[in-house]
C-alpha cells in the first residue's frame, strides 16, 4: 500500500522560507505526478503544483510561480515544496498528494494517496 | 484559469436524507473532474473521478454525473459518516482547480 509521510509542523517569521518533504513507500515513485495542495485554516483546498519525478519537470499555478519551487529525489523516493518570502497568509496545511495514474498524463489523473499534511505557521 | 463554483456552500441534512451538490465550471473539461470527502483535520479522500466512476472501496450511495460545465454529486441516503465538506476539482488543464466546497451537516 502507497504512503506518503510528510515531514512536521514549521514555524517561520515573514520574510523567510520553508521546506516540507513527502516520503513516498509502497508502489513505484519516479512515474507517479506528486502534487502540493494547501488549505488555510477555516478555508478550501488551493493546488500550487505537481512534479513527475521520472521527467524532473514541475508545473506551478501562476499564483505560486515565484514563490514556490518543487523538487523531487528519486533516490530517496522524496518529493519536496520550498515556499519563499513568506506571509502570515501562507499560514496553511500543506498536502502531498499522489495521482491515480502513471506517466506522461499523470499530472492529470486525480490525487490518490495524500500525505497526512504540514502544518506551517508563519507569525513574527 | 477553469473557476469551479459549488452549490450550496452549507447544507444541513439528515440521517436517510438525498443529498446533492453541483459543480459548474467557468469552461468546459470534459469528463474530467473528481470528487473528494475530507473530514476535519484530515486529508482528503478521492470519492469519484472521471465525472462518474466510483473510486475502490467508496460505498455505492456516492454515484456522480455530468460532463462539460455542469457536474452532480449525489448521497443516495445519508449516513452518520457522510457529514464532512466535499471538493470538486478539474484535471482538463492547468492550473488544476477545486470548487469552494460544500459542507454537510447534521440537522
Known amino acids: 500500500q502507497v504512503q506518503l509521510v510528510q515531514s512536521g509542523a514549521e514555524v517561520r517569521k515573514p520574510g523567510s522560507s520553508v521546506k516540507v518533504s513527502c516520503k513516498a513507500s509502497?508502489?513505484?515513485?519516479?512515474?507517479?505526478?506528486i502534487n502540493w495542495v494547501r488549505q488555510a485554516p477555516g478555508q478550501g483546498l488551493e493546488w500550487m503544483g505537481g512534479?513527475?519525478?521520472?521527467?524532473?519537470?514541475?508545473n506551478y499555478a501562476q499564483k505560486f510561480q515565484d514563490k514556490v519551487t518543487i523538487t523531487a529525489d528519486e533516490s530517496t523516493s522524496t518529493v519536496y515544496v520550498e515556499v519563499s518570502s513568506l506571509k502570515s497568509d501562507d499560514t496553511a496545511v500543506y498536502y502531498c498528494?499522489?495521482?491515480?495514474?502513471?506517466?506522461?498524463?499523470?499530472?492529470?489523473?486525480?490525487?490518490?494517496?495524500w500525505g497526512q499534511g504540514t502544518l506551517v505557521t508563519v507569525s513574527s | 484559469d477553469i473557476q469551479l463554483t459549488q452549490s450550496p456552500s452549507f447544507l444541513s441534512a439528515s440521517v436517510g436524507d438525498r443529498v446533492t451538490i453541483t459543480c459548474r465550471a467557468s469552461?468546459?473539461?470534459?469528463?474530467?473532474l473528481a470528487w473528494y470527502q475530507q473530514k476535519p483535520r484530515k486529508a482528503p479522500k478521492l470519492l469519484i473521478y472521471?465525472?462518474?466512476t466510483l473510486q475502490s472501496g467508496v460505498p455505492s450511495r456516492f454515484s456522480g454525473s455530468g460532463s462539460g460545465t455542469e457536474f452532480t454529486l449525489t448521497i443516495s441516503s445519508l449516513q452518520p459518516e457522510d457529514f464532512a465538506s466535499y471538493y470538486c476539482?478539474?484535471?482538463?488543464?492547468?492550473?488544476?482547480?477545486f470548487g469552494g466546497g460544500t459542507t454537510v451537516e447534521i440537522k
Open positions: 498528494a499522489r495521482a491515480l495514474r502513471s506517466g506522461y498524463r499523470s499530472s492529470f489523473t486525480p490525487f490518490h494517496f
Open positions: 509502497g508502489g513505484t515513485f519516479s512515474s507517479y505526478a
Open positions: 512534479i513527475i519525478p521520472i521527467f524532473g519537470t514541475a
Open positions: 469552461q468546459g473539461v470534459s469528463n474530467f
Open positions: 472521471a465525472a462518474s
Open positions: 476539482q478539474q484535471l482538463n488543464s492547468y492550473p488544476l482547480t
